[in-house]
């Protein structure tokens, strides 16, 4: 089973890495603003959705879902998706592109990827077995 949030969070990856690199600011690339804003807006409206998918596969197979108890403490994918907002909008921006810092994102990406819900994870290790 495919959910569309962790292909959403690759395809921000692929625009970071596809970005313009800028030879004078040494480790910062210049990203379209708009394409990144329509990749979060679509991950806002999608994680609801893949959630609610994840949960019923689990609940229809008769699946317990095992919680990690370390996580309960953590942000949530929610939470990286509001810094990464943040950071576009607070970040120089020079027409319709903005300069980020490339590790702050990967950072970013990074955590992001740890913080998907474990239905999703559940159900995906599960599908791919």
Do not use: C, H, W
Request: net charge negative; proline share 2%; hydrophobic share 35%.
């Amino acid at each position: 089973m495919q959910f569309r949030t962790k292909k959403i969070i690759q395809e921000l990856e692929n625009k970071i890495e596809k970005s313009y690199s800028l030879p004078i600011f040494r480790g910062y690339v210049a990203v379209n603003k708009r394409g990144l804003e329509k990749l979060l807006d679509e991950m806002y409206a999608t994680l609801p959705v893949d959630i609610q998918v994840a949960r019923q596969y689990l609940k229809n197979s008769s699946i317990e879902l095992k919680r990690n108890q370390q996580n309960s403490n953590k942000a949530s994918l929610y939470d990286y998706l509001k810094k990464f907002e943040i950071i576009i909008e607070e970040t120089l921006s020079v027409a319709s592109y903005v300069i980020l810092n490339i590790r702050e994102i990967e950072e970013l990406l990074d955590k992001m990827y740890e913080t998907i819900p474990d239905e999703i994870v559940e159900v995906e290790t599960l599908s791919n077995k």
